[in-house]
């Protein structure tokens, strides 16, 4: 590997085992295998770009991770119902293997608020997850998502999903399970559907 993928796996690295306030850019040197701490600014141009860029990337690879098992899924002949269930099982089991990669999201949107260069990277982050999601619930690829269906239904899964996932970091035991989040949906749905066929006096339109 060249020096910015060495970069790229020691920022990875530290944000596993530090998170994302208490990587310094000594550290990620350190994790790289001695990469100069020089280098990150010149293959990256900040300490945030290159954290924004390692996170991304371990998001990525875990969205293609749940993608693939999704499909195999849905290959078995499963309903839609229960492929989404299968779906957020796989993501509520992240939550717990993956623990430390989703608390550096949320530490890194706080940080965000004392950075406005931070803020942008997260920003494209945002937007690439929404497309991501949106893709991962259609079966498609990303690129046949249109940005629609990305401000749409992948920017409501994400919501779901941070939510869900700020339940889990902070209290597992009481935090909602697969079924109870699609129960919950498709309640959600049920109420909303209700209410527009309904007047404003609540009587049938």
């Not at 239904?153 to 919501?159: D, K, R, Y």
Request: hydrophobic share 40%; charged share 20%; aromatic share 6%.
């Amino acid at each position: 590997m060249g020096n910015r993928e060495d970069l790229l796996a020691g920022a990875r690295r530290c944000l596993e085992e530090k998170g994302w306030a208490r990587t310094s850019v000594r550290d990620i040197s350190a994790a790289s295998g001695g990469v100069s701490m020089a280098a990150i600014g010149y293959h990256f141009g900040s300490r945030e770009a290159l954290l924004t860029a390692a996170l991304i990337e371990a998001i990525d690879e875990w969205g293609n991770r749940l993608g693939r098992t999704l499909g195999a899924f849905g290959e078995a002949g499963n309903s839609p119902r229960e492929r989404y269930e299968a779906m957020w099982a796989a993501i509520i089991g992240s939550f717990s293997s993956e623990r430390m990669l989703w608390l550096a999201t949320l530490e890194a949107l706080l940080q965000a608020e004392h950075s406005q260069e931070l803020r942008h990277y997260l920003a494209g982050g945002q937007a690439q997850g929404r497309r991501g999601l949106a893709a991962v619930l259609c079966g498609t690829s990303e690129d046949e998502v249109d940005e629609a269906i990305a401000r749409t239904l992948g920017a409501a899964q994400m919501a779901l999903f941070t939510g869900v996932m700020t339940q889990w970091l902070t209290d597992p035991d009481q935090a909602p399970t697969a079924a109870e989040v699609v129960g919950g949906l498709h309640a959600l749905t049920s109420l909303v559907e209700d209410r527009a066929s309904s007047g404003p006096d609540g009587n049938s339109a």
